[in-house]
């Protein structure tokens, strides 16, 4: 028997030519023929061949096709030389009516049958781990002489007619100062399964346990690892198990095919894209991917927006790449919950002004236009005027659809909890991110503060409360839009506050959110905010990582109603009208 440490340097004919005489005392190839790419592989009849093919270039994240052969064909030649499908994996599973009936060594047994079966070879992750390691990345799999770590997750992949699935992911633990070259190393690598489609904590995906994966073998993290994930072939598994199809044949997970293609030969020229790598969310853990050129363009409109026109000492409460990481957090989100509402205009009844609602409103239709469910509470007070500016909104079309707008009432110590969660249960969030735009905030000693330092605590609502409730419930994050400091959320900067804004020391709120927007004017915020989701969700790199790599890119019928939702001078100025007409 030759065993594994004298695998690594072998050529791929030589690995091929000791599985087809069974001389190996492996249980896999992971770092097998060490520079040469691997494939998955899928054999069946060739009356479901076309239809697989149409599942796969659907989901061409874990199922990047690289070579389908003819009915009955054994070789192919434009991966190897010298190679048999039915003797050069080193395990095969074969499924009868969808059920895994044998674990085998050799397919030559069902030659005959195979004269009807179309073999389809799926790239691989294996491909890219020497890449990793070049880089400096250690791979723990190989490290522990183990299969990776496969799983399931709750992840549906795009189905066709006969076939269709969950997604399925392998995990490799990455110390969290290699996540951004990890992802950059993988990214290219497009016919390899490219970058992560995951960063961060498996229960995002459906996945319980990472002690117990459905295929392959536990692989021990380091201390400061974080689990990342791939699209992984094994969901072509899962896809012919679910076909239910009289006879399939597929690689047994971990024991690929090996080409003759080194890995050089598969990376792609992706111009000048390079993937960036941000922190979104600590509980869960959560990381989000987009483009250095999307990055440079938020970044820009954060500057734009950070310029002070009354010389306040905003500047001094800036904080860079706040926007940008808030904007990210957002377009991950489900339902996202917008509160507005700062009462100064004291001789009118209600006493609101007109910066915060025409950015909430910006804020809405965006993502809205993105397919999130979108809500708005308010000050009980309020309820009437937020509801009729809706209501014109969507009348004049500047929102398509209307938002509900709501009140939150202190009842009882768990008012906040039973209002953000259903039943008061802190794992089934109603939102996924809460946003306040020119919200008054409540200040160190528990009251509210216009700029003039006049507490108008009789006239807000506890909404910080939700704020407050939302920093103990894992899966919600939260946003603060201001400009003086003494908005709901911007906490955070309250030192800066109390230091450089007139009458800091008493107005700053006290109340921090996860991401703080500083603006000149808090609209500009709201406005910014808009503007920074389109250009996320026009991000190809994002938009793979949205949909994690299932599915057909949806960047063109995004753009659509997308862009014109986005603000505008003409509806900046509309906006203004509809609020300070009530």
Known sequence: MIFREGLRSLLPHAVRNLIRSNKLS??????????????????????LADDFEKFCHANDGPLPLLYRSKPGGWKCPSLSNHSDIRTDCLEYRKYENGICTGILTSLKEYSEQLKDMVTFYLGCSFTFEKAMQKVGISVRNVEQKCNVSMYKTAVPCCSTEYFHCNLVVTMRPVPKDKLEVVVRTTYPMKKSHGEPVHIGSPGLLGIEDLSKPDYGDAVQAHPGDVPVFWACGVTGVEAISNCKSLL?????????????????????????????????????????????????????????????PGDRGVKHLFCQGELLKACLSMSHAQSVLITTGFPTHFNYEPPEENDGPPGAIAMAAMLKAMGKNVAIVTDQRALNLNQNIIKEAVEQGILETPVPVISYHRDSADSALMFLCEDGNPEKPRFSHLVAIERAGMAADGNYYNARKINIKHLVDPIDELFLAAAAIPGITTTGIGDGGNELGTGKVKEAVKKYIKNGDVIACDVAADFTVIAGVSNWGGYAVACALYILNNCEIHDRYLRKAVGFSKLSKKTGWAASALPSVAKVFFWKKIVMGY
């Open 26 to 47: 492996i249980s896999n190839t992971s770092g097998m023929a060490e520079g040469f790419k691997q494939a998955n592989i899928v054999i069946l009849h060739k009356s």
């Open 248 to 308: 399939a044949f597929t690689h047994a997970p971990g024991c690929m095919f090996i080409t003759d293609l080194k890995d050089e030969d598969v990376v792609a020229d992706h111009g000048k894209e390079i993937p960036e790598v941000y922190c979104i969310c600590q509980n869960p853990l959560h990381y989000s991917i987009t483009s250095a050129r999307t990055v440079q363009k938020i970044r820009c409109l954060e500057d734009m927006i950070g310029i002070d």
